[in-house]
């Protein structure tokens, strides 16, 4: 995840032309080789698996995950946000430090965002 992240950090401030192109250019990429990741990974889990489930629940939401290549309006991360509400802030921190694979839990609240634009 560190990969897309990079690249927002390295869009940031850019024109809203210029972040869908390198978004294009270089995050769907590595957004379309972990989706294959994920879905060969989830082949291999058996269905009682702590893993599967986020998985699977990732993958039945992947364009929700994945809008922000095709929409320059939406921003990857929630630096802002949580600099904000601290208890916010530390409660991600609490569930990612345990293992990688609580790290799906970021992700997967990434996939119950309404992305819709605000009017």
Known sequence: ???LLDVERGINGQSAEERLRMR?????????????WLREQCAQL???SVVAKPIDYMLHRWDRFTRFVDDERICLTTDGVEKSLPS???NR????????HHAFVGLL???DLD?????
């Open 109 to 111: 609240d990434w996939c």
């Open 1 to 3: 995840m560190d990969a």
């Open 115 to 119: 992305l819709a634009p605000q009017t």
């Open 88 to 90: 916010v802030r530390s």
């Open 46 to 48: 058996s269905n009682s």
């Open 24 to 36: 294009k250019e270089q995050s769907a990429p590595f957004l379309t080789a972990l989706e294959a």
């Open 93 to 100: 921190f609490l569930v990612l430090l345990p293992g990688r």
